[in-house]
T-cell receptor, first 113, second 113 residues
């Protein structure tokens, strides 16, 4: 069974604060993704990676950094958090792009006050 | 650019009634089309995918036909159950070089017993 875990599951911070969201996958997948989910927008891709040390920009990257330290671990960094970044964040992994299935984690709810 | 438009929710049905969630897409290439489902408190998961035009996909009683002529991929189920209550996303893989997934805005379905 594919497995993607995220931590923390909930996070509250203040405007200007630093936040790191963590994701680990045990699927031996090359690709990992960070999405944000907002009402009326579905899921929007922030950053993705196709291997350790690689980073690709997604559709809504402003205000976010990411780092892929190993094949298993992918981190999303918010260095100066703003209320507009209050959202539900999902990590996913896949064996490739295009028609490959993506496996999602349970999500991290971030609130920026 | 690539885009997906689907039925705006929420949709509320009684058990045993039929479901149609409309989905239309725009793209310059020949995408793979997907339906993902998201149950409360979980990340999205693949319901099924169809990589070729004019073919049908199905799973758990849900089905959709990839209609290249009308650029549609409507989700249907003949008789819904309370356990089908979830958010349904129509998705395509982008025609740009990244081949990443483009999600529709999602349709919230609630099935009443």
């Amino acid at each position: 069974e594919a497995a993607v875990t995220q931590s923390p599951r909930n996070k509250v911070t203040v405007t200007g604060g630093n936040v790191t969201l963590s994701c680990r996958q045990t699927n031996s997948h090359n690709y990992m993704y960070w999405y944000r989910q907002d009402t009326g927008h579905g899921l929007r891709l922030i950053h993705y990676s196709y291997g350790a040390g690689n980073l690709q920009i997604g559709d809504v990257p402003d205000g976010y950094k990411a780092t892929r330290t190993t094949q298993e671990d992918f981190f999303l960094l918010l260095e100066l958090a703003s209320p507009s970044q209050t959202s539900l964040y999902f990590c996913a992994s896949s064996g490739g792009t295009g028609y490959y299935e993506q496996y999602f984690g349970p999500g991290t709810r971030l609130t920026v006050l | 650019g690539d885009s997906v438009t689907q039925t705006k929710g929420p949709v509320t049905l009684s058990e045993g009634t039929s479901l149609t969630v409309n989905c239309s897409y725009e793209t310059k290439q020949y995408p793979t089309l997907f339906w993902y489902v998201q149950y409360p408190g979980e990340g999205p998961q693949l319901l099924f995918k169809v990589p070729k035009a004019n073919e049908k996909g199905s799973n758990r009683g849900f089905e959709a036909t990839y209609d290249k002529g009308t650029t549609s991929f409507h989700l249907q189920k003949a008789s819904v159950q309370e356990s089908d209550s979830a958010v349904y996303y129509c998705v395509l893989d982008a025609s740009s070089g990244s081949w990443q997934l483009i999600f529709g805005s999602g349709t919230q379905l609630t099935v009443m017993p």
